[in-house]
């Protein structure tokens, strides 16, 4: 049982109109999941102002209201907060609601344009191989302890998220590894957590449709820094432009780790294959299952955690090398024919960049490389021509297609993309509306041993058009192609 009362530990608020002697029910931040007894807190968002439903939500039965301004006529006996961020407030309401879970385990959080899913899921994969109790969040799955709970965002709603983490505590995890998305940061949905460690991977362009400068999306990855407690470590990539700004004003025990330049934790690259990384790491040689640089840094990043986490550098090692890391990341099938087909999340130039040059360096020899890309609709438009630029780059042949179009023309997205790619690039590109097509055209362009990239949607088992979310599954998708082909 909670009073309104027990939910303000931490929270400053300016003015309480009633008692905050009342028993709240649930904490509910959308006036449509409203119950008797909720506590509503009127946020403002990107498309509307919750604080225009402060009455739908008073009559639908909320008794106490926490907003940023009073509602001009209220009727009925109801409790108001005034706070200067309702945002902030749901963050630390949320976390007393469900008795501050955060506290009661180690949370670890991974930011960064790219990696983030890859670490925390290696994470999250290694601290059980350990034998430790873990939790999960992150864009592909939530998991506690191996209870798979689908996931909506790559950072959860600050109520989710703190009954996810009440539930892990449930559960006895010992650990919990998450990602934490430059949107949760600036909508604060971590606000109130205590966090025993902070990552940074990289920052390179994306999602400046609502950070809208660059300096605005550094800024939002590096507050989560500057609110880590002191008791925290804060672990950044010294090898990125900006993995040292992210530290700049953090209370939190600095730790570097990097590939080229000085730093705490060090990893030399051997070879890099299809079947696999050979890294030296802090002195001791080692095989890995994850291929391309890129996922050196993620290893690294994951290894350098569980050392700064107290674990054992051998055990870790050991472990860390037979894991895979998350589903639809460098993830690849081999048809009949010996056409490889590998299906990536790349949705960012860097990824696309990574995930080629990859392929690229570890090719054997003159086979083809054949790239289906598309990009998301109501996402970064920036980022379309140099995603489609960067493709070209690196392949033979690319087919453009659609990602996820959401409500806008897919044909308006690919003519976005080919915006970037030059004249003579224009002779090895074709653009496929359909993204079945697209793969299909694909695998029947190749020759054995070729190689097929499918980027962009990784794990993803649908197609959002217009609202619709149909299934689609690109790595399904290659398989039933390749079954149509003979040795
Ligand atoms: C752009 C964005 O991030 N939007 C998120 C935001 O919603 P919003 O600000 O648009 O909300 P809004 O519709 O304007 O409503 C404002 C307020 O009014 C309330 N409301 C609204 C209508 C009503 O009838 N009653 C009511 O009370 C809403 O509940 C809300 O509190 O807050 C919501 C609650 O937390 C999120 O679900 C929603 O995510 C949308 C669905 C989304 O697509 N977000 C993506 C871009 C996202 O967050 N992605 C990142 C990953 C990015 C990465 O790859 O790095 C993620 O963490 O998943
Ligand atoms: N450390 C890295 N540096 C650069 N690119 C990477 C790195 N790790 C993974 N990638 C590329 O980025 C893609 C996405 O990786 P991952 O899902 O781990 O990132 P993410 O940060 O969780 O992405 P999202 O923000 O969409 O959830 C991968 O499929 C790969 O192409
Ligand atoms: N977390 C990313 C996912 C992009 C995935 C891609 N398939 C797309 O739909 O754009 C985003 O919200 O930008
Ligand atoms: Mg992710």
């Not at 550098?313 to 010996?338: M, Q, W």
Request: hydrophobic share 40%; glycine share 8%; net charge negative.
């Amino acid at each position: 049982m909670k009073y309104l009362s027990d939910l303000l530990e931490g929270l400053a608020f300016t003015e309480l109109q009633g008692s905050a002697d009342v028993e709240i029910t649930a904490v509910v931040f959308d006036s449509r999941k409203v119950v008797a007894g909720s506590l509503f807190v009127a946020v403002r968002g990107t498309a509307v102002d919750g604080h225009d439903y402060i009455e739908q939500a008073v009559k639908d039965g909320a008794i106490a209201v926490i907003c940023e301004d009073l509602p001009p006529h209220v009727t009925g006996e109801v409790d108001f907060l005034m706070v200067a961020n309702s945002a902030e407030a749901l963050g630390i309401i949320s976390a007393n609601f469900y008795d501050n879970p955060s506290q009661k385990l180690k949370l670890v959080g991974v930011t960064g344009t790219n990696g983030k899913t890859t670490t925390a899921t290696l994470l999250y994969q290694l601290f059980r191989d350990l034998g430790y109790k873990c939790g999960l969040l992150s864009t592909v799955e939530n998991q506690i302890n191996g209870q798979v709970i689908p996931s909506t965002h790559t950072t959860p709603d600050p109520i989710a998220l703190n009954q996810l983490l009440h539930d892990m505590v449930t559960k006895s995890c010992d650990y919990c590894f998450m990602e934490v998305s430059s949107h949760a940061v600036a909508q604060h949905r971590i606000g109130g957590l205590t966090f025993a460690g902070g990552i940074f991977s990289n920052l390179t362009h994306d999602h400046l449709d609502y950070h809208k400068t660059f300096d605005g999306y550094l800024k939002a990855k590096k507050a989560f820094f500057d609110h880590l407690p002191k008791t925290a470590f804060a672990l950044t990539n010294v090898d990125d432009k900006n993995g040292l700004v992210m530290l700049q004003n953090t209370k939190a025990a600095k730790k570097t780790y990097g590939l080229k330049n000085m730093a705490d934790f060090k990893v030399k690259i051997l070879e890099n294959q299809f079947g696999g990384l050979l890294l030296n790491v802090d002195g001791d040689e080692v095989w890995f299952k994850m291929v391309g640089s890129f996922n050196a840094y993620n290893l690294l990043a994951v290894y350098a955690t569980a050392i700064l986490l107290g674990q054992d550098k051998a055990s870790v090692l050991t472990s860390l090398s037979n894991l895979t890391g998350a589903e639809g990341r460098f993830d690849y099938v081999i048809a009949p024919n010996k056409v490889i087909g590998i299906v990536d999340y790349a949705h960012t130039p860097d990824a696309v960049q990574n995930v080629l040059s990859t392929v690229h360096d570890i090719r054997k020899g003159t086979e083809q490389v054949i790239t289906v890309i598309g990009c998301g609709g109501d996402r970064d438009k920036a980022k379309r021509p140099v995603m489609a630029k960067t493709a070209c780059d690196w392949s033979d042949k690319v087919i453009l297609t659609s990602d996820n179009p959401r409500s806008e023309e897919p044909t308006q997205i690919i003519k976005d993309m080919e915006a970037g790619v030059d004249i003579a690039a224009k002779r090895k590109t074709i653009s496929i509306t359909d993204r079945h097509e697209a793969i299909k055209t694909a695998v029947h362009l190749a020759q054995p041993g070729d190689i097929i990239v499918v980027a962009g949607k990784g794990h993803e088992k649908y197609q959002d058009i217009k609202g619709v979310k149909n299934h689609f599954d690109d790595k399904e998708e290659l398989i039933n192609n390749f079954k149509t082909l003979t040795n």
